[in-house]
Structures are given as C-alpha cells and as structure tokens.
C-alpha cells in the first residue's frame, strides 16, 4: 500500500493587483507540493484581475482559457470597481461579498493552512485580506451563509505575507501600509489577528541605488522563493519544522511578526553552515537590526542525494544554528531544519524565518507620511462604501504602537 501524504496542505489566497502578481508566479513552481493549485487570487478591479489571469495563463502547464482560469482561480468580488487607493473600501468590499470568498476558498476542499497575500500600499488587498483573517479567526460571524462554512475552517493556521511600498511612493501608500500591518497584527478588540506576519519591503530588495533594480518580477520571485523554502516538502519524509512550530511559540510571546533572511544556489562542495547562515542574514527582507530578533527559525535545503549520503545532516544544522546564534548573542526562542531538495546538484539553500525584531526601522520610512495623512483621512468615506472614523484610526495607531513597544524592549 502506498504512503499516503501527509504534506501539509496550504492554500494560497491574493488580493489587489500586487498580490496577484505575487500568486501568478506560483504555477510557475512545480518543486513544491504543499500547495499544488491551490491559489485565488481576488480583485475589485475587473482590468486588474484580467491582467493577473494574464499572468498565470502564462505560467500554467495546461492550455486552459481565460474564463476557465477565472472560473478556477478568480474571483472578482465588490459591486465597485476598484478601492480607490482606499483600505477601508477594500474592506467593504470583502465585507459585501464574505460568502463568495468562502465558497471559492472551500472549493479547494480541505487545507491546514492559508498563505495570504497582499502589497500593504494599496486598498484592495490591504483592506480585504485582514478582514477575511478575522472572519476566519473569529468564526465567520459576518457569513449570511452559516451552511457555506466545514469544520476544517475552524483550525486553519492563517499566515500573512505583506510587502511594504517603496519608500518612494506617495503619502497614502504609506498610510496604507502602517494601517496594514496593524490590522494584520491585531483586530479592532486589540487580539491576534494572523497566527504570524511575514514582511518584506520593496526598496529593502529592490537595490536600484547601486543600478541593479530587480523590479517586480525579481521581487516576487525573491518572495515566491522564500515561501517555498518556508513551507518545505511539509512532513513528507524528515521531522521538518512545520507551520504548526512557527506560529506557536512566537504567539506565545506576543512576537509573531517575520521577515525572511535568504542564500541560495550556495555550492555545497564548500558550504559551511554557520557561513551561510551568515549569508543569509546579511539578506533580510526589511531593514532591521538582526541582534533583536526574539524568534528564529532556521531551513537547510539541500539535495536529497547530500542527506542521503552523509554529506549533511539534522545535528549538523542544529549545531550550526546554536552556534550562529551564539556568536551573534541572539537569545531566541527557535528550531532548525534539514529538508530535501529533488533533482540533481551540489547546490544548498537557506531560509532565516527572524522574528520578533523591532520594526521602527520599517516604519520610520512611513510615519511621517501616515501621520500628516490621518487627520485628514479620518471621518471620510472613500466612495466605495468604506468609510474611517477617527476613532477607528486611534484604536489601529494605538494596537501598533503598543506591539511595537512590546517588541523594542
């Protein structure tokens, strides 16, 4: 009888124009198991959404046409077209069409574990996706539906993937994104919100300073590496670190926040662990100081014929990861892993999952422009149907500065 899998299945949910751009590259994937083609990507914006259907069509194995794509992997959800660079209108429209989000989720069927998506700059995806956390996390109480609802929904593990504009972009973009990340931290009632928070800035792994400018394209495809690395082979055939140890020590702590810290392609006929771990840190996907972090986790892909042959193994991880973070004084609370990697080749990779580090160096390059925009913005509508009341805004500047003091200690 064959081994039945024991992968943990995730299913991948983007909103807003950057999150589908983020999603369409997963088709393009075919090393990963975990997540198959379980991707939905959601818009206000028909144009948007077409474009992004454009996208996967590209990267799809099969020859499927637009309206089969969009039937399977789309959803275009609000009666406005477009947020209108308004978060609060992305959250009305989530809020408007809860049931039809639900139902294309559940036809995935079963899955341990959502991987949300979604650029913090815009409204679309920054208003809906910390929205639709909530509802999941707090028993779908604003479904008009009860029967669309399984029992599986209710022991999701939600993690969230936020990418920070360029600090080049305009104000609102800025207010967005602080606003953003508060509410995917903590609800309005001031709880967890996403079981853990994964950022990555734009400018941090964009580095058109030096005239080597990835754009986009190369920034998802950064981001899409790092979430392969992170989500593994699941539990296919090693004791690998699996979302389940992510998310529950740093919640415990109040410090679920994550950024990814990468090496890849190193060769490992010279690799040396503690090196590449080095390597990696010196790429975070954010400004920050690493000596802060409070949480980490360590992921070594290496050829499954390396491990197999002795050439690396699980205690030598261990060690290298004690001893990194040792020689760094980093006091963390955190695991190390050794995961397969199919085909042939020499080469290693390395995840940094670093948590729980303090984020003033991300939000300084947007407090100024939140700050002179929240008066302004509060007590308006946006002309979709959201609307941000003063004391809305307090309570999500509040929840942010208080976890950020937690974590700056």
Not at 130 to 151: C, H, M, N, R, V
Not at 372 to 398: H, Y
């Amino acid at each position: 009888m064959a081994q039945a899998d024991t992968f943990t299945r995730w299913s991948v949910i983007a909103s807003g124009e950057g999150g589908g751009r983020i999603a369409s590259q997963f088709f393009d994937r075919a090393e990963n198991p975990g997540i198959d083609d379980r991707v939905l990507v959601m818009n206000t914006n028909r144009a948007d959404l077409r474009n992004t259907i454009d996208r996967m069509r590209g990267t799809l194995q099969d020859e499927r046409g637009e309206e089969e794509t969009m039937e399977s992997h789309a959803l275009e959800f609000g009666s406005q077209q477009g947020a209108g660079n308004f978060f609060p209108n992305g959250e009305a429209c989530a809020r408007e069409d809860l049931d039809r989000i639900v139902t294309r989720i559940k036809d995935f069927g079963t899955s341990d574990a959502f991987m949300h998506v979604a650029t913090l700059g815009g409204g679309t995806g920054n208003g809906s996706i910390p929205y639709t956390i909530e509802q999941f996390k707090t028993g779908l109480a604003d479904l008009e539906d009860t029967g669309a609802t399984e029992d599986w929904m209710a022991s999701v593990i939600h993690t969230a993937f936020g990418v920070w504009p360029y600090y080049y972009e305009q104000p609102q973009r800025h207010f967005n994104a602080v606003c953003g990340l508060s509410r995917l931290l903590r609800t309005a009632d001031d709880t967890q919100n996403a079981d853990m928070v994964l950022l990555a800035s734009n400018s941090q792994l964009d580095d058109e300073e030096n005239g080597n400018g990835r754009h986009y394209d190369s920034i998802n495809d950064a981001i899409i590496t790092a979430i392969d690395l992170m989500i593994g082979a699941g539990r296919e055939t090693r004791s690998v670190i699996d979302v389940k140890d992510y998310v529950t020590i740093p919640s415990q702590m109040d410090a679920y926040h994550f950024t990814p810290a990468v090496a890849t392609e190193m060769n490992g006929q010279v690799y040396e662990l503690e090196y590449m771990l080095d390597q990696a840190a010196e790429n975070t996907y954010v400004p920050m100081d690493v000596g802060t972090t409070t949480a980490a986790y360590a992921i070594v892909r290496a050829p499954e014929s390396m491990i197999d042959d002795g050439e690396i193994s699980e205690p030598e991880v261990y060690g290298a990861f004690r001893d990194w973070t040792t020689k760094h004084d980093i006091n963390v609370a955190g695991q190390a892993s050794l995961t397969p990697k199919r085909g042939r080749g020499n080469d290693v990779d390395v995840l940094l999952l670093l948590g729980g580090f303090d984020l003033n160096p991300l939000l300084d390059h947007s407090w100024d422009e939140f700050e002179m925009l929240g008066d302004s913005l509060a007590g308006t509508g946006g002309g979709t149907g959201g609307e941000l009341t003063k004391a809305q805004l307090d309570r999500i500047v509040d929840n942010l500065e208080a976890y950020v003091e937690r974590n700056a200690e």
